[in-house]
């Protein structure tokens, strides 16, 4: 199985950006999917889940800014960020929940 996240780069603070993370193989329905985020220096922090059916989970201080969402059909979980803010910059990574299976990760920015 690989995962590869894309949609990152350099958005003005208070902008939008959609990341998407798509899965080889048919196993992606199997899975709970979630986005992890990473800074120089500090450890991976799960921002955001989405259960098999659906269910989604959100990091507390960021609950109303993402929306996470999948589609199996194209076996790709999104991370939908608005009012974005400089301490939003990290790289964002994909990961099937209890696997080994990680995307590349997508760098974002966000910077005036």
């Known amino acids: 199985v690989q995962l590869q996240a894309f949609g990152g780069g350099l958005v003005q603070p208070g902008g939008s950006l959609r990341l998407s993370c798509a899965a080889s193989g048919s196993i992606f329905r199997g899975y709970a999917m979630a986005w992890y985020r990473q800074t120089p220096g500090k450890p991976r922090e799960l921002v955001a889940s989405?259960?098999?059916?659906?269910?989604?989970n959100y990091l507390d201080s960021l609950k109303g800014r993402l929306t996470i969402s999948r589609d199996n059909r194209k076996n790709t979980v999104y991370l939908q960020m608005n009012s974005l803010k400089p301490e939003d910059t990290a790289v964002y990574y994909c990961?099937?929940?209890?696997?080994?299976?990680w995307g590349q990760g997508t760098q974002v920015t966000v910077s005036s």
């Open positions: 990961t099937m929940v209890g696997s080994n299976y």
């Open positions: 989405i259960s098999i059916s659906g269910t989604t």
